[in-house]
């Protein structure tokens, strides 16, 4: 499973990236009003510290204006995955951009019936948002479960992109199912590495190693 920390603070990233935990990165409108910078600035130096697709998202609602933005969008390197919205227009776009050969991530999916509209418009990435679900008492693991028994039936080669992650068990639960790739954001990845056994343990260590009375170096 392909690890995309979702987020534009160009620290996190880096603090992720050098410990090689990153595939890939992706940004929205918030994301990049959170940073405080420039969508051009902050984009491109986040392409040029990470290897792997950035999704970079357009804000016009209209196919021919997603069009144009998207193509500025997509001249920023040649790792940007152009971000649409999962509407008719968005839709348009993404067939018009796969078809020039332009990575795209279709966002904002709350359905398998959106999911199979962005397959067959040829999106390199789904976005199914878990946690907006989770939010209004739907059942996000189980879109991505669905999602990936249709895209497995078919054998369609949108890769599953499970977003609006909230916590470690959504992480564990997509890596279960076999989404293609999570996107979460920093603090959610780091908060992996914790167990409160892990905790307890490692204090117990410490505690009677401290009544041996040696030292390593
Ligand atoms: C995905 O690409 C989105 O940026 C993101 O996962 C949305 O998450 P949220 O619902 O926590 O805002």
Not at 34 to 46: A, C, F, M, Q, W
Not at 105 to 117: D, E, G, K, M, P
Not at 187 to 210: C, R, Y
């Amino acid at each position: 499973m392909k690890f995309f920390v979702d987020t534009a603070d160009v620290a996190a990233i880096k603090e992720l990236n050098d410990l090689g935990m990153v595939d890939g990165v992706t940004t929205n409108p918030s994301l990049i009003l959170k940073s405080g910078r420039d969508i051009l600035e902050v984009t491109k130096e986040i392409c040029d510290m990470v290897s792997g697709p950035v999704s970079a998202e357009v804000v016009a609602t209209e196919a021919k204006d997603m069009i144009t933005e998207g193509l500025k969008l997509a001249k920023i390197a040649s790792n940007i995955a152009i971000k649409v919205p999962l509407t008719w227009d968005g839709l348009t776009a993404c067939k018009a951009f796969a078809s020039e050969g332009h990575m795209v991530n279709v966002t904002l999916c709350f359905s398998a019936a959106q999911a199979i509209l962005a397959a067959k418009a040829g999106a390199s990435f789904v976005s199914p948002f878990i946690g907006r679900l989770d939010d209004i008492n739907l059942d996000g693991v189980e879109l991505i479960d669905d999602i990936r028994t249709i895209y497995d039936n078919y054998d369609y080669k949108t890769e599953i992109l499970a977003a609006s992650i909230r916590n470690v068990n959504h992480i564990t639960e997509c890596a279960k199912i076999g989404a293609d790739v999570i996107t979460a954001p920093p603090a959610v990845i780091k908060a992996m590495a914790n167990h409160v056994l892990t905790d307890k343990g490692l204090d117990q260590f410490l505690k009677d190693w401290a009544k041996t009375g040696q030292k390593i170096v």
